[in-house]
């Protein structure tokens, strides 16, 4: 027999009046769940599964930051996205049967007697919603705005402050480019003639989106510039891609032009 079978009384108490045949049948036989899959989070918390709600929210966090990292196109978040919503809709009835049954054997640990079991099994059904799961809740919501914006913030005054590793005198030989990147978020490009090319403004240096580290986004103003020799006064913006080895070397990309740049630092 079943332990479903065996302590049905138990899990009837614990599913609460509401739905109770239909829940107790799809713990059977597996069914969809809707709500599940439109809103899983919110579905785990009023059924009191808060360790499997804070998995999810750390598994969804964890999944879009190695999708960042990678650098994969959106439409890859929401394709695996719907996948886990998906995946939970199709188990959620099964995962509330292991929950219930944790439940049991943990009161069954305890000692607890059978009409003790039941007698809280009744005053915390899953159809009751209880100061717990306000707390959860609350709880969840601030974990959420943690990870959505403590992170980014906390990833942002990483960043930049080894931006500050980027200032200095950086040479390409290659190209002969001079860069130098000033504390005063000033930015000199040019060729050593200063004819050929010679580009001076501000800049504004931020961690690339989803980097671990050392990539970098750099955008100049400026409203005075030679390319080509030829002499420019209009205001003008352009971005930069930055990847540094160490802060030693430097691979710097024009997101306009295309132009590759392979800087060393001098100082």
């Known amino acids: 027999m079943e332990h479903i079978d065996k302590y049905e009384e138990l899990y009837r108490a614990w599913i609460g009046e509401k739905k109770q045949n239909e829940y107790f049948e799809k713990m059977h036989k597996g069914g969809f769940n809707c709500v599940a899959f439109l809103l899983g989070d919110l579905l785990l918390i009023t059924r009191k599964m808060f360790t499997e709600s804070i998995i999810l929210i750390l598994l969804i966090y964890l999944i879009n930051t190695v999708l960042g990292i990678i650098g994969v196109p959106n439409i890859v978040y929401s394709l695996i996205s719907l996948a886990i919503f998906l995946t939970l809709g199709f188990t959620y009835y099964y995962l509330y049967r292991w929950h219930i049954k944790r439940k049991i054997e943990k009161y069954q640990k305890k000692g607890l007697s059978y009409e003790e079991q039941l007698k ?12 717990g799961v306000i707390v ?38 290659t190209n002969d480019i001079n860069l130098i990147i000033n504390t005063n978020k000033t930015v000199e490009l040019y060729t050593s003639d200063k004819s050929t090319i010679y580009i001076k403004g501000t800049c504004a240096i931020k961690q690339e989106t989803g980097s671990t580290g050392d990539e970098y986004i750099m955008n100049i103003t400026t409203t005075n510039r030679i390319i080509k020799g030829q002499l420019y006064t209009d205001s003008y913006t352009t971005q930069f891609s930055l990847i540094t080895d160490n802060y030693k070397e430097l691979v710097m990309m024009n997101t306009i032009t295309y132009n590759m740049y392979y800087f060393n630092k001098v100082k």
């Open 120 to 131: 809280i099994a009744k005053k915390c059904s899953g159809d009751k919603i209880t100061v």
């Open 136 to 173: 959860m809740f609350i709880v969840e919501i601030a974990l959420v705005a943690f990870l959505t914006f403590g992170m980014s913030w906390i990833f942002t005054i990483i960043g930049s402050a080894n931006s500050n590793e980027l200032v200095g005198t950086w040479y390409d030989s």
